[in-house]
């Protein structure tokens, strides 16, 4: 497809609970990236792929995070035994690398997570 | 690690009057790109910046990237309703394919 496809649009867990969330690329677009933006707009990079490979996971908590990108399947994030601090809206993108040149990144819709 | 400071974090305008939002990165950058998102909404792609000193221009819309590239700007002029939102610069390392995401300036236009 032509445009970044995020489930669900909300997510409400209790602490404690396991929360899944999914992401299809654009089709043909070999870069995957998951950001983490909380409400004071800031953003954070977790996690990127290249094809089903992870190519920079620096800002994963990888206690409790992990994700796959696996093919002919969506993209996942899951988040084991979700805390209060986790609430935000977490963004897919996907982008297309030629040669040297690096592109825009587009964006899903999002993901709202609230943990009660 | 990498940082993006932006200012100002917040600017309420009349509709008509320039506006203009600034990004400073602590390392020099590979390039950096700027996204606008409505409220909300998700980050929407502006324009990417690659050369050292490079101006670009959409419309009422200007962009620079400076010398050293660790800052940049954006320019709206004779701003609209419809400008409202907040604007990112978003700087990208040399070997990295990951965002480092200023804080962001929210615009509001009173019309």
């Known amino acids: 497809g032509e445009e970044v496809a995020q489930t669900p649009k909300h997510l409400v867990r209790g602490e404690g609970q396991k929360a899944k969330l999914y992401c299809a690329p654009i089709?043909?677009?070999?870069?995957v990236f998951w950001y983490q933006q909380v409400l004071k707009n800031e953003f954070k990079f977790l996690i990127s792929?290249?094809?089903?490979?992870?190519?920079?996971e620096t800002g994963m908590p990888k206690e409790r995070f992990s994700a796959k990108c696996l093919p002919n399947s969506p993209c996942s994030l899951e988040i084991q035994a979700t805390k209060l601090e986790d609430s935000a809206v977490y963004f897919c993108?996907?982008?297309?690398?030629?040669?040297?040149?690096?592109?825009?990144?587009?964006f899903g819709p999002g993901t709202r997570l609230t943990v009660l | 690690g990498q940082q993006v400071m932006q200012i100002p974090q917040y600017q309420h305008v009349q509709e008509g009057e320039d506006f203009t939002t600034y990004c400073n990165s602590s390392?020099?950058?590979?390039?950096i790109q700027w996204y606008k998102q409505r409220p909300g909404g998700h980050p929407v792609f502006l324009i990417q910046?690659?050369?050292?000193?490079e101006v670009k221009k959409q419309k009422r819309l200007t962009f620079q990237f400076g010398e050293a590239k660790k800052n940049s700007s954006l320019h709206i002029t004779a701003t609209q309703t419809t400008d409202v939102g907040t604007y990112f610069c978003?700087?990208?390392?040399?070997?990295?394919?990951?965002?480092?995401f200023g804080s962001g300036t929210r615009l509001q236009v009173q019309p």
């Open positions: 993108a996907s982008s297309q690398f030629s040669g040297s040149s690096y592109n825009e990144q587009f």
């Open positions: 089709k043909g677009h070999s870069y």
């Open positions: 792929f290249q094809n089903e490979n992870v190519f920079d």
């Open positions: 390392t020099t950058l590979s390039n």
């Open positions: 910046l690659v050369k050292s000193g």
């Open positions: 978003a700087g990208m390392d040399t070997g990295r394919r990951a965002l480092t």
